[in-house]
Structures are given as C-alpha cells and as structure tokens.
C-alpha cells in the first residue's frame, strides 16, 4: 500500500506566479513520483488580498488527477500559522512537507527528502547551499545572535522547506502558542534530523512578501520564544553595573574627599552623579522592554484565541478548528 504524503503550501499574494508554480514546477514533479506514494497538495491562502485564491481553486479544478484542497483564511494571520493550519489539515498523511509558493525552493530535492525518510529519518531539513548561495546579512546576524544567545540547536541556513514525519506532526500540533516559530518549535522536539543541501531558485514573480517589519517581527518572536538568555543577561549586567557603580563610589570618596585627591583627579560630584544615573536610566529603559516583550507574549497566550479561522466558504476541504 502507497504511503501519503502531505504537501503544504502556505500562500500570501502570490497571483503573479502561483500558477506557474503549481503547473509547472509542483504537480508534474508529484506526479512522476506518484506511483510511489499517494501525494495531496494542501494550499493555505493566508488572506491574500489579491486574486490569489481564484487562480488556486481554477488550479485545482483543472488539473484533477492531483488530489488538492485549499484553506482560506478570513484574514492574514501569518506564514507560521499558515504552515500550522497545513499540518493539523494533514493529520492521517505518513509524512508532512513543506514548501513556499514562490518557486525558490526546489521542488527537485523532493525524492531525496523521501529518500531521507524512507531510511528512517524523522526529520528532514533542507540547508542553503554555502558554496553557490550567499547569505543576507541579517540572516547571518540572527544566527548568530541566536546561539549566542544559548540556542544551540539552530542551523545557520536551515529552511523551512522540510519533510516530518506523522509522529512529529502529532506532536507539533500538541503546541498552544499563538507566537511560534515553526522550524524552531521542530528543533525543539528534539527528533534526530538529516539535512540536504539544495541551491535556492530566484523569485519569477513578483515581490517577496516579507517585508523588512515582518523579518524585524519574526526575529523578536525567535528571541522571546526560543531563549530566555536576555533577561539572565540583562540580570547579572544589572548586578555587576551594581556593584561596579558602588566600588567606583567608594574609590572616589576614598580618592577625593577622605585621601584629598592626590591623583589630581578632581572629579566634580555633580557630574559623576550624572553620568551614573544617565547610564543606569539607559539600562532600566533597555531591561523594561526586554522584559515588555515577555509579558506581551505572555498576555497574547492568555487570551486564548483561536490560532486562525478558516473561511468555509471559500475553502476546498476541511479541518478542525482549533
């Protein structure tokens, strides 16, 4: 009996190319593999604003020997619940991937990520390829502060684009955040991973959808959620700022006043006093919005709001709302 394979396909104004994603990059490579594995395309249209989801149900429609649904979302909630929506909808699929709707990923490394599985991996991870493919700048920034910052399990380079097993996907469903980070929350599962290098494709078509605020929000999320390094940092600088502010204190009161200065420091007191306080008050200011960052998270997962709301009347198929 043919395993099922899940693809998920979380999409956000991608009118302009995904058609030709779908036509001629997607499906003809499912279907040469199809006589392997049972294949279902899940597309979840994250809200588009644009003609998106007409182009998707016409896609569908057409190409009939492809078994394919689409969720609607009322509205943009975002590409990580995009992707969380794909892999509760593949809840009875043998293996989950993922892939994004802009061509970029390669949708030739598919076999292999099978492959991977087949053999036993868990979990299969596509990694950037280092030699042909350059990093941004902020992508090497964030992965670094990552790790420094303690998380140790983040790859430099690892994507989105990566296959699960039904076991992982169980478990990734378990997880009630509403701020989450996918590829961060698999990590955390701690399923052993194999990784494949593949070289990124351009984009065709229109504009990359994630803006410079959207990235900017993405990596305040990773830090607040991953890692809760920045406020034991924040702490032990707050101690040693403390107790360096009242050595220093004690050696200008010894130097100054009590010794008469014999360094010929003259130090005026009023200054002194400034620039302490001015540091300190920097350093509350810098501590409070750390910390604002944490409750905000915490006061998000209070509410206890649904992850996403799917539009039936737009969508083809179905799955539990959560």
């Not at 200008?252 to 420091?265: E, F, R, T």
């Amino acid at each position: 009996m043919k395993k099922r394979v899940s693809v998920v396909v979380p999409i956000y104004n991608e009118e302009q190319g995904i058609k030709q994603f779908l036509s001629e990059q997607l499906f003809p490579e499912l279907k040469n593999l199809s006589g392997s594995y049972n294949f279902e395309v899940i597309l979840v249209d994250d809200g588009s604003e644009d003609k998106t989801a007409e182009i998707v149900r016409a896609e569908i429609l057409r190409e009939k020997s492809m078994k394919s649904r689409m969720l609607c979302f009322t509205r943009n909630f975002g590409k990580e619940v995009a992707l969380t929506a794909g892999i509760m909808a593949a809840k009875d699929s043998d293996a989950v991937i993922m892939i994004d709707s802009d061509g970029q990923h390669p949708v030739e490394a598919i076999p292999k990520m099978l492959e991977r599985w087949e053999s036993g991996a868990k979990v299969v991870t596509a990694m950037r390829s280092r030699n042909k493919t350059q990093h941004k700048a902020g992508s090497k920034i964030f992965y670094k502060t990552m790790r420094l910052l303690g998380d140790k399990n983040i790859i430099e380079g690892a994507m989105d684009f990566r296959l699960i097993d039904h076991k992982v996907a169980e478990d990734y469903a378990r997880f009630s955040e509403h701020m989450r980070i996918t590829r961060g929350l698999i990590d955390w599962l701690g399923y052993p991973q194999e990784y494949i290098s593949v070289e990124l494709k351009g984009r065709k078509y229109g504009d990359g959808t994630y803006s410079f605020r959207k990235l900017l929000k993405l990596a305040g999320d990773s830090f607040v959620s991953m890692t809760r390094t920045p406020l034991a940092i924040f702490g032990y600088l707050g101690l040693f700022i403390t107790v360096l502010s009242l050595l220093l204190g004690l050696f200008i009161l010894i130097q100054q006043y009590i010794l008469g200065d014999p360094l010929g420091l003259d130090w005026s007191g009023a200054v002194a006093m400034c620039v302490f306080i001015s540091f300190l008050v920097g350093l509350v200011l810098i501590s409070q919005a750390i910390t604002a960052l944490y409750i905000s998270q915490i006061h998000i997962e209070a509410k206890n709001r649904p992850l996403f709301v799917i539009d039936d009347d737009k969508s083809e198929g179905a799955i539990e709302k959560k």
